[in-house]
């Protein structure tokens, strides 16, 4: 039976406890298979059978674990509760009577208030506590229900112990600060979802499609697959297609990160929430909104928490204990020194939400702020992974070469000129070798093979004029011949251009160029052999510095592996001093990297995810190469590079490294902080006012840490 999958938007989660409360109530849903809780995306997808878990269960779920779903834009909107009314009144309460009673137990602390605090009656003092700390106090209350332990349960017990030995003033500023402690966290929250939000305000909200030769205006909901969208100058390109008219300089950096512009014109594929400027366009549309580049952009950073590294399945674990742990120690402060304020600031200054938040915090800053630069990453598994690896795979074509091949050698035969000269098309060139690339480009004019292309765009860097040629005719796999002038011009393999000839080729020339792992196209004139052009795929400029700096950041071994033959490894791999295996099957790239894995090595494959997808899918890390628009390459890899530039590769590395340094640096923070605040609230030299204020402050702290991967060079 087929799995159906529903995403909700949930609101209210300010932590990651949030999100564990919210999964924990949709699974208890009849027919759900699993759930996954989003805090940066506030939203829930939720897998489940057919029929099963409607949006009516799904809203009361969410209710009842004290969060809601939004409606929905053909739903009327839900009455608000009486509860939700009166959290803004109740907000502007605790915080004037918070800030006066702060006031005055400061005061009294120093001797000034003392007649003041004293003279407050007790119910007075009882109706200021509740107001204050009413929404923790409520959802304190539904979780006990639930046999649920949360972060304000360590506080609400504090703020009964304050009351239990008659400190009002004080129960109440410490329900002051749990109403402060829940601003500090929604703000952390905010801040870290904030990545995610900037992504998705520049995703299009319209587009202007032609029907009939009008041009209607209409929201990009409505755009369907093969419409015609037009974009005017400085407009945002709205869908992914093809353009079929018209020409546009397109900023791709909301894709690709490249802040350079790059031309279009017919038959350029273009991207969703690019920008078109000096020009404009018809588009077809080949995706539209969620399934376009920039929809799976979003949604693979929404998602990126899913992926959750050691480090947090460890702090995860550790919140889980931490709370029964803390109880214990309040339970022996009061057994062993018989002191209830100590006992209530033990209970008050514990910082659970600390340790949740230390790594997701940190891995969406990065994870955002990678996105922004066309670097996505799938999560904060392979962010932790990434500083352990020890060995790099590295596929050749189109990964550290461009990808086509490009005309490296002219190689005429000697006695050929008088031949050239009798033909017009080369007459006017007195450069035997520009000669023979005039007629290989005449007879490759509409040849779709790949050396063809290369041969076009060689000419066109020489001016090369063509004209009509006739009787083409293709040999697959083999060459092509043409009519031109009266002449018959032949170009393909050495095998090709024997059979024409009847003679055996062979040039001095032809050994050196075979060992440089260049591809040879023979050419002849009526059955006359008359020279050679050689193509070969160029390396990317940036691959050798790019190789070093990945060296210099730890990982010494590196190994090319390719499906091309032994001398064009071998001649690459030298350049770059790395090791090489050649003539490779896309299985046999699996069982390298299987047997590296075996031996206990951590691998990152780096490939351009489509050929090398199973091998990138088995790596512990598959970074897939320019991958913009390639469904396939972000599916199988685990971190995506929209953008062909090798010096992304150490720059991925560098993220990786300073996030893990991060998140082990508030891990550190919080442990230490805690373990002091608890060891000075249970000696009695922390009251519980400061207890209070002080458990907001690793919020704080984790933030600004986290905040500096935003920020990352």
Same mark, same amino acid.
């Given at each position: ?62 209710? $009842? ?94 703020v009964i112990a304050a009351i239990a030995v008659g400190e009002w003033a004080t129960a ?91 031309e279009a014109g017919p038959g350029t594929h273009v991207f969703a929430a690019t920008i ?181 765009? $060689? ?114 791999? $030298? ?139």
């Open positions: 039976m087929a799995v159906h999958k529903t995403e909700v938007p949930i609101q209210g989660m300010d932590c990651m406890e949030c999100t564990r409360h919210v999964q924990q109530a949709l699974a208890q849903i009849p027919g759900v298979e699993s759930v996954e809780v989003y805090l940066a995306a506030e939203k829930a997808i939720i897998q489940h059978k057919p029929g099963s878990a409607d949006l009516t269960a799904i809203r009361k779920a969410v209710a $009842e674990a004290g969060y809601s779903v939004p409606p929905t834009d053909n739903q009327d909107p839900q009455p608000q509760s009486p509860t939700n009314l009166a959290k803004p009144i109740l907000t502007l309460l605790a915080i004037l009577f918070g800030a006066i009673l702060f006031v005055l137990v400061v005061g009294e602390g120093l001797g000034v208030f003392a007649q003041i605090t004293a003279s407050i009656p007790w119910p007075i003092s009882l109706v200021v506590v509740i107001l204050i700390g009413y929404p923790a106090f409520y959802n304190v209350i539904k979780a006990t229900l639930k046999r649920q332990i949360i972060s304000h349960t360590l506080m609400s017990l504090g109440a500023v410490v329900a002051f600060f749990m109403r402060i402690g829940d601003y500090v966290e929604h703000f952390t929250a905010e801040q870290a979802r904030q990545a995610v939000k900037d992504l998705g305000e520049l995703a299009p909200q319209t587009a202007r499609l032609e029907e009939k030769g009008i041009e209607i205006e209409v929201p990009i909901e409505q755009v369907q697959v093969s419409d015609i969208v037009v974009i005017r100058p400085g407009e945002q390109i709205p869908v992914d297609g093809e353009v079929i008219a018209g020409h546009a300089v397109i900023d791709q950096s909301a894709i690709t990160g490249e802040s350079i512009p790059v078109a400027s000096q020009g404009s366009m018809r588009v077809r549309a080949s995706r539209v909104g969620p399934d376009s580049t920039f929809g799976r952009v979003i949604m693979l950073v929404e998602e990126a928490e899913a992926h959750r590294g050691e480090i947090q399945r460890l702090a995860d674990k550790f919140s889980t204990y931490y709370l029964p742990v803390v109880l214990c120690i309040a339970l022996l402060t009061l057994l062993i020194r018989r002191d209830p304020i100590a006992t209530a600031a033990v209970l008050v200054v514990a910082c659970s939400c600390a340790f949740a938040l230390a790594t997701p915090i940190a891995i969406l800053a990065s994870v955002g702020a990678g996105a922004k630069r066309g670097l996505l990453i799938k999560g904060g598994k392979y962010l932790e992974i990434l500083p352990k690896a020890d060995i790099l795979l590295i596929d050749k074509t189109g990964t550290l070469t461009i990808g086509k091949p490009y005309i490296t050698d002219i190689l005429p035969v000697k006695d050929r000129q008088g031949i050239f000269d009798s033909l017009p098309i080369t007459a006017g060139y007195e450069n035997p070798q520009v000669q023979l690339l005039a007629l290989a480009a005449q007879a490759e004019r509409y040849s779709e093979h790949p050396l063809a292309e290369a041969v076009r765009y $060689e000419a066109a860097r020489h001016n090369i004029a063509f004209v009509d040629i006739d009787n083409f005719k293709s040999v697959p796999g083999e060459g092509i011949s043409v009519k031109l002038d009266g002449y018959t011009i032949s170009l393909g393999n050495q095998k090709f251009i024997e059979q024409i000839t009847g003679i055996i080729l062979g040039m001095d020339e032809l050994d050196a160029l075979r060992n440089q792992g260049k591809s040879l196209l023979y050419i002849a004139i009526n059955k006359e052999f008359c020279g050679i052009l050689a193509a070969k795929d160029k390396l990317r400029e940036e691959v050798p510095q790019a190789i070093q700096s990945i060296r210099h950041l730890g990982i010494q071994d590196i190994e090319l592996l390719t499906g091309d033959n032994q001398a064009s490894a071998a001649e690459l791999a $030298e350049k770059l001093g790395i090791t090489y295996r050649a003539e490779l099957l896309p299985e046999d790239k699996i069982s390298i990297v299987r047997d590296y894995q075996a031996g206990g090595r951590k691998v990152i494959m780096v490939g351009d995810g489509v050929n090398d997808a199973p091998a990138l899918a088995q790596a512990d890390v598959g970074i897939a190469m320019g991958a913009a628009g390639h469904n396939i390459a972000m599916e199988a890899a685990h971190i995506v590079l929209m953008n062909e530039d090798w010096q992304l590769i150490p720059e991925i590395l560098q993220i990786a490294q300073r996030t893990t340094r991060v998140i082990k640096g508030n891990i550190a923070f919080t442990l230490v902080y805690n373990f002091i605040g608890l060891s000075l609230a249970a000696l009695g030299f922390l009251p519980p006012i400061l207890a209070a204020a002080a458990q907001s402050i690793p919020d704080l702290a984790i933030l600004v840490n986290s905040s500096r991967l935003l920020r990352q060079k």
